[in-house]
């Protein structure tokens, strides 16, 4: 059905919310037998990317001149780093430090969330290791102690580690306690559920497979609707000083 140029994605200066209606496929050197769905990157004014990768039987990705996470959304990642070989399935991760050697390759059809970032040194840091694991395994914490709402941290919180990727699910009629406004940029992919998002000075119904990029200091609010919990995968920079000092 033709939809006479009308979407629920929307580009605003502080956030993009982008549908998947309005995704636009396209390879990158080095990756083999992947498309890639690039949500954000440096043109929008964002200060890492963060992409769909969709695997066809044998694709594998390029290499990367960046810190790369992974989060398996669908099929299984074979992944090969630090002497170590996994299969990773959906909520399966790994975090490759800048400059690491691997491999991902997927045996059959798989899809994966990749975020990839300048690692930005911290004064008196240690440098940061390979992270392999999955999320069943991550404890699941109370926000502010509400039981409604429950974050699991993927990344060790230390300094080493300049960024953090975690999930967040809210049970029906659960909300963020506050609008946020913070320097922190976000890259957020919608897993489950849906509800209504604040960006800045417009409210979205979102659900899903939709892609939101928040701006540092975007208004930003969720409240979780429905029938079932709104989960989301949600990047942001972390634990650096904002000079770079
Ligand atoms: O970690 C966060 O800043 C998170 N609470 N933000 C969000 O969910 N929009
Ligand atoms: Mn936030």
Not at 74 to 100: I, N, Q, S, V
Not at 147 to 174: E, H, I, K, Q
């Amino acid at each position: 059905m033709h939809e006479l140029g009308s979407t629920r994605s929307s580009l605003k200066f502080d956030h993009l919310l982008q549908t998947p209606d309005t995704f636009i496929r396209s390879p990158l050197p080095g990756a083999r037998g992947v498309e890639f769905v690039i949500h954000a990157a440096p043109p929008m004014g964002a200060r890492f990317t963060q992409m769909t990768a969709e695997f066809s039987g044998r694709g594998s990705l390029g290499p990367t001149t960046a810190q790369r996470f992974i989060y398996v959304l669908d099929g299984k990642l074979e992944l090969k780093a630090g002497g170590k070989r996994r299969m990773l399935t959906p909520g399966g991760f790994a975090y490759l430090p800048e400059g690491a050697p691997h491999s991902v390759c997927a045996p059959g059809i798989a899809r994966a969330v990749v975020i990839e970032k300048p690692y930005e040194p911290a004064p008196g840091a240690p440098a940061p290791t390979l992270v392999i694991g999955d999320e069943d395994d991550v404890a699941s914490v109370p926000l502010m102690g509400d039981s409604a709402l429950r974050v699991r941290t993927l990344l060790p919180n230390v300094p080493a580690y300049d960024f953090a990727v975690n999930t967040m699910t809210y049970n029906p009629g659960a909300s963020l306690s506050m609008v946020e406004i913070h320097v922190m940029e976000h890259g957020l992919l919608m897993l489950e559920g849906g509800g209504i998002y604040r960006l800045g000075d417009s409210w979205y119904p979102v659900h899903a497979g939709d892609f939101i990029w928040m701006r540092a200091y975007c208004p930003q609010w969720f409240g979780a609707l429905g029938k079932r919990p709104a989960k989301y995968l949600i990047y942001k920079d972390w634990l650096r000083h904002p000079l770079g000092a």
